[in-house]
Structures are given as C-alpha cells and as structure tokens.
C-alpha cells in the first residue's frame, strides 16, 4: 500500500517522495491516520479496509469542491486510491490547534459564505457516507421530500433493520411541511458532517474544517450536526449570522436536521442514541 501512496504523492508535487517518517497520529473512530515526511515536507493519510474506498473518494472530491468555493480552509487532497486490501486518502498536513475566540467567528463568518454561494439542485453528483452509513443523494428540486425520503426516512428504516421503530416517526414524515410553511430552502454545497472534532485552526489562527460529508442542502441543516456535540461559541454564531441572518423558525428545523445525526449515531453505536431520537421526535411533535 506505501509504495502506491509514495507514487501518488511523488506524481503530485513533481518530485519523487519516499516517507523517511510514518508516524501513526490519533483521529477518529474510523479510519487508520498516518502523518509522513521526507524530512522536507509533511503529508496526513488516512486508511482503511478496501472495501471503503468509495467513503475516500468521495471525501476527496468534497475537498476539492470545497476548497473551489475559496469561503473555507480545508486540507488540500493530493488523492486517494485502493491497494494490498486498503483505501487510503492523502492530504496536505496542517499544523492545528484549537478553533477558539477570533477563529469560531471568522470561522462562522466563512461557513455563512459558503451557504450563500447557489448550487444547482438538492443532493449531489454522486452517493457519499455520513461515517460509515451510506448517504443517498439523488438529484431533487424538493428539499422537502429529499430530507423525508433520503435522510429522515433513510435513517428510520435502517433502525428499523436493526430491529427498533421509532413512535412518532411515520407522524412526522408525514408533517414535515409544517416547518417550511414560511420559509423556501435553497441549495447550499454543506460540509455535512462539522461537528467540534472536525474543525480547528492554524497556528496563524486561520480556521480549517476536514473529514466533509457533502452534498448540496438547506444551508440550516449543518447546524444539525454543530448543535449536537457543542463546542461552536457564541462567537461562531454571530459571525455566520453578520454574513447570513437566521431565518424565523430556525430552531424548529435546527432539531429537524439534527435528528438525522442522532438516528445515524444510533444506527452506528447503538441504543446509547435511542433516548436523544426519542426526546427529538417528541420535541418536534408538539411543535406541530
């Protein structure tokens, strides 16, 4: 697998590289994370079994799509690729520290940036993973039905394979409208998974989010997975808010969009997430 990283690096910056250093560093619940150098300059590489080369693909392309909008800071992807029974992803390495004061809210400042900017439809060009749950995202007009049908829905029915339904569930796939009756989504390109463990900054305090799960939606809801876990500042809200005001009824859907996260966070760990599913649709119910 090295040898084929090495080949991939070398044909990206015009030079042959061989990793004098392959320092194993801590990252996240899924993926293998590797920092190498030369001893002139650093790559980050995450890995994983073969039959996860898709999630690597798709990631990448995030990135890059990401990186085009010129709002937010993301490592840049020098590639991925599939070899000796592993998919791996190599990216620039970035020197990172926490996201805090000034850096949260430029860093809600460039989020806001990046919602503002009109992609053509809801979805994307292609089926991604939100970890390592499959995410449908076919071509819609209707962010409505998208979020029923391929989000809310999806994530139902897989809990459902698990063996556990969710009361109130088919009651608030039926209502979803209700949250909408005064305000018209349009289609924003969302990191799709920022949470407080994929985001941080550079030395110079310059924000940098990683680890994206995109695809083109309501820009509210990536605050579904922000609100989850904490660690966005007041800060990081009023800079989004300075450049994109929140609309009426946001923390309605805010709830709504965070409930896809916690029934992906049950269908991945388990009934941990059963009782925040529960509170979410019940708390959603009485809204209506």
């Not at 009023?238 to 969009?257: I, M, N, Q, V």
Request: net charge negative; charged share 25%.
């Amino acid at each position: 697998m090295w040898e084929s990283v090495f080949d991939t690096i070398s044909s990206s910056i015009g030079r042959s590289f061989y990793a004098k250093q392959r320092v194993s560093i801590g990252g996240g619940c899924i993926s293998e994370s590797f920092r190498l150098s030369d001893g002139h300059i650093d790559f980050f590489v995450k890995r994983h079994h073969a039959s996860m080369a898709g999630m690597f693909e798709s990631e990448c392309k995030a990135l890059e799509q990401l990186a085009a909008t010129r709002t937010l800071c993301v490592p840049k992807p020098l590639g991925w690729g599939e070899s000796e029974g592993y998919a791996w992803l190599i990216t620039d390495y970035l020197e990172m520290q926490s996201c805090v004061g000034d850096s949260q809210r430029e860093l809600g400042k460039q989020l806001a940036r990046l919602h503002r900017i009109r992609q053509p439809y809801f979805g994307w060009f292609r089926d991604n993973t939100i970890g390592r749950t499959p995410q449908p995202n076919p071509r819609s007009d209707d962010w409505v039905a998208f979020w029923r049908d391929h989000r809310l829905g999806w994530q139902f029915d897989l809990a459902r394979r698990r063996g556990r339904g969710f009361a109130g569930s088919d009651q608030l796939l039926g209502v979803l409208e209700v949250f909408f009756t005064d305000y018209e989504p349009i289609p924003s390109l969302l990191h799709g998974d920022l949470w407080s463990g994929n985001m941080a900054a550079l030395k110079s305090g310059v924000p940098v989010v990683f680890d994206p799960a995109s695809y083109y939606g309501d820009a509210e809801a990536e605050f579904g997975m922000v609100d989850m876990f904490g660690g966005f500042t007041d800060d990081f809200y009023r800079g989004y808010a300075a450049e994109k005001p929140f609309a009426a009824g946001f923390d309605s859907r805010r709830d709504l969009y965070r409930l896809y996260h916690e029934l992906n966070h049950f269908n991945l760990f388990g009934s941990t997430y059963a009782s925040s599913c529960e509170s979410t649709i019940n708390r959603l119910l009485k809204k209506i």
